[in-house]
């Protein structure tokens, strides 16, 4: 008699038995999308974001006796969202720039886990330098070529106006400095940047030069960011995950989306 070899698994079964399994586990990274979430606020002269909000059509009523629904409206940036690269004006010509025509295989990646929490707790004003992202490395390994960059400030756990920080002089809040984030394009080729701030730019990144250089390198180079994440602190520094993929709105600048990530078990 004729042995059968044992089947040998496709790799999509052997993540579908680890999800089963809870081997590899579901972490949300996203906010709830709520009125009261803030959304970045610019200097007065500049068109502003919208907060999202939402309206009922009905509630099993005389309106709709059998179901309930709503509209809700806000901008392409509100709550947790993805920035595509025609979002800025670095990126406004480059091919497949708008999230219709991003190829999805950008919307599942490994990511890096940059951990900043203990320098943005003591400054607002904390900036991830190159030096940081070398001392990760020495650490960590060097950060994979197309993989996505979170840096992790804790930020997403503040509440009501410690969120955007607001002073006399604008905002305060974390990030990356425009040598670390052309360090993490022009050496690293990342496939994207994401944070738990409202930007991926710090609060007072228009003062950098250029203004808001997070934006206009990533966005520049076709790269893509990810804004307003909750949970980063649940995610392992390497061996991570995500999807994100956003809505699929004709020549959209952005989108609010779910981010999930999927992490092995006991890393987070
Ligand atoms: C417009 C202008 C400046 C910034 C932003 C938007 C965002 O952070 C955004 O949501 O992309 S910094
Ligand atoms: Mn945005």
């Known amino acids: 008699m004729e042995l059968v070899a044992d089947k040998q698994k496709t790799a999509l079964e052997m993540l579908s038995s680890a999800l089963v399994c809870g081997e590899v586990e579901i972490v949300d990274l996203t906010h709830t999308l709520d009125p009261d979430f803030p959304v970045i606020v610019l200097p007065p002269e ?119 920080n607001m002073q006399d002089d604008g905002p305060h809040s974390p990030g990356p400095t425009p040598d670390a984030i052309k360090l993490l394009i022009e050496h690293r080729n990342i496939r994207g940047f994401g944070t738990e701030t409202v930007g991926t730019d710090a609060g007072q990144g228009m003062h950098y030069t250029p203004p808001y250089p997070a934006h206009y390198y990533l966005h520049g180079a076709g790269k893509y960011g990810l804004q307003c994440m909750a949970n980063l602190d649940l995610l392992p520094a390497t061996g991570a995950m995500i999807l994100c993929a956003p809505l699929k709105i004709k020549n959209g600048t952005g989108s609010p989306l779910r981010v999930l990530a999927l992490v092995p078990k006991g890393e987070q």
């Open 46 to 164: 500049f068109g502003q974001c919208a907060r999202f909000r939402m309206e009922e059509i009905s509630a099993y009523d005389h309106r709709g006796p059998a179901w309930k629904w709503n509209t809700f409206t806000c901008s392409e940036h509100t709550g947790t969202h993805f920035d595509a690269p025609s979002h800025w004006v670095s990126g406004k010509d480059l091919p497949n720039n708008t999230v219709d025509s991003i190829p999805s295989e950008n919307f599942i990646g490994p990511v890096v886990v940059i951990d900043c929490s203990d320098g943005a707790a003591a400054d607002a004003d904390f900036e991830l330098t190159p030096a940081m992202i070398e001392n990760w490395e020495a650490e960590h390994g060097r950060i994979p070529e197309g993989c996505w960059v979170f840096m992790r400030t804790d930020w997403g756990k503040r509440k009501g106006a410690a969120y955007l």
